[in-house]
């Protein structure tokens, strides 16, 4: 059974680009989870979606948007990238709203 | 919303010793208090995690207690392995975004042999 799959795995972009982070959850999880992690800090919720429905929004940017699909896989989007938002990005599915989260091995992204 | 504190930092223990993580949130209405691993270029793995209906649990090696009253929660490893090196992340369930994670800065774990 697979895990929480992310999509690409390591990414460099240019200071003003957009990037899009591809997330597949666990299968028959409903719920996923965006966190950036900067190096030697806890990851920082961005956003949870369940149900295709967003659920909570952490502090970030309106630059910062994501979206959950009918079959639960999520996208995260970031606009006008700053050289701030580099980052490993996480993703995390959890079976229900309330239940144990479990993580992908996270997109790696570097804005120069 | 929602505050995490962790410490320490760091901490260092010989092979064979217990370690102590501390951990204080700020939302009384979190429910839920997992802990996760990570190993360096890995993902957070969970290894525990306690309900505000428990006071304590325990898998093997690893335990959490938590103290609703002073809003603070610990993990425990006994008998300390070189494998156990790692950073160590708490988090608590804040209800004020859903139900996602608030994560503590995290510990790093070193254990020497």
């Known amino acids: 059974d697979a895990g929480v799959t992310q999509s690409p795995t390591h990414l460099i972009k240019t200071r003003g680009q957009h990037v899009t982070l591809r997330c597949s959850p666990i299968?028959?999880?409903?719920?996923v989870s965006w966190y950036q992690q900067v190096l030697g800090q806890g990851p920082q919720f961005i956003f949870q979606y369940y149900e295709k429905e967003e659920r909570g929004r952490g502090n970030f940017p309106d630059r910062f948007s994501a979206r959950q699909f009918p079959n639960y896989s999520s996208e995260l989007n970031v606009n006008a990238l700053l050289l701030g938002d580099s980052a490993l990005y996480l993703c995390?599915?959890?079976?229900?709203?309330?239940?144990?989260?479990?993580f992908g091995q996270g997109t790696r992204l570097t804005v120069v | 919303g929602e505050n995490v504190e962790q410490h320490p930092s760091t901490l260092s223990v010989q092979e064979g010793d217990s370690a102590v993580i501390k951990c204080t949130y700020s939302d009384s209405a979190s429910n839920y208090f997992p802990w996760y691993k990570q190993e360096l270029g890995k993902r957070p793995q969970l290894i525990i995690d306690?309900?505000?209906?428990?006071g304590e649990k325990k898998d093997q090696r690893i335990a959490v207690t938590l103290n609703k009253t002073a809003k603070h929660f610990s993990l425990h490893i006994t008998e300390t392995q070189p494998e156990d090196s790692a950073v160590y992340f708490c988090?608590?369930?804040?209800?004020?975004?859903?139900?996602?994670?608030?994560f503590g800065k995290g510990t790093t774990l070193s254990v020497s042999s």
């Open positions: 306690i309900r505000s209906n428990v």
């Open positions: 299968s028959g999880h409903k719920s």
């Open positions: 995390a599915s959890s079976l229900e709203l309330r239940t144990e989260a479990f």
């Open positions: 988090a608590a369930s804040s209800h004020q975004a859903g139900t996602a994670l608030i």
